[in-house]
């Protein structure tokens, strides 16, 4: 018979993926969840927000590369789609690295891991606000930014990244702080 | 990761579930946790709420008492 699989709206996943990933059993990724693996994963995934919030100052550090301004355009873009898939590989392999804890819902956790969980949003939050004033600064005081505009420096990219920073923050925490065990 | 790092609470979790001849898994499975909780416990990095100091003391067939102490016990005594 099968089972239900129950879907937390608010955390946005599903109780068997939930617990596909807390367990170590089977699974393809164990590799993945050593300290020193984490720790990496850690290190890429912040160097890929840098990466993409870089994109929006793309015609500010450019220099001469003597190229046309199509291909330019082509190198860019093919470069910018590359950061963004590679950045988006790494975050999922990091929630896969913390097993999803940072989006597992209460009843599928035990009072550890929630307690890592919670300690990881508040530590995550305070990232947070400072790095949007951070990025507020570079929209008053930094190079001019654009948004949605075809010309110029698309403020986008730096949009994407500060999403994906707060997408991966609770992650990025657990993954940094967690011990082997 | 204690409740509060300057009271720890020492435990005796890893030598009765040793001298039961259980994992961590099996002693995780019992009480209900993940088997990472039961190596913060025996490390004496997580202090456990209530409930599962009794869940562990109800699967380990000890009292809270045997297992847990405010003062480390030297290695040997009961």
Known sequence: MPTK??????????????????????????WLRSQRNRRLLVVINLLGIVLVSLGSYFPVLKTNLNISTETEIVVFSVTAVFVIALTLGAYSFLRVAVRGIADAPDELLDE???????SSYRYAYFAMANLVLVVFLLFF??????????????????VIATLFAYA???SLFIAWRERDI | MSRNPE??????IEATRTSLGLSRQELADRVGVHYQTIGYLERGEYSPSLVLA????????????????????KKGKK
């Open chain 2, 54 to 73: 009794l869940r562990i003391a109800q699967a380990l067939n000890k009292e809270v008492s045997e297992l847990f102490s405010l003062t480390e016990r």
């Open chain 1, 5 to 30: 699989n129950k879907f937390y709206w608010l955390e946005g996943v599903t109780e068997k993926g939930t617990r596909a990933l807390l367990t170590d059993e089977n699974s393809k990724f164990k």
């Open chain 2, 7 to 12: 009271d720890p609470v020492f435990n005796q």
């Open chain 1, 112 to 118: 550890r891991q929630i307690q890592v969980r919670n």
């Open chain 1, 141 to 158: 005081f930094g190079p001019d930014l654009q948004l949605f505009q075809p010309e110029g420096n698309d403020g986008s990219y730096l």
């Open chain 1, 168 to 170: 991966s923050a609770p």
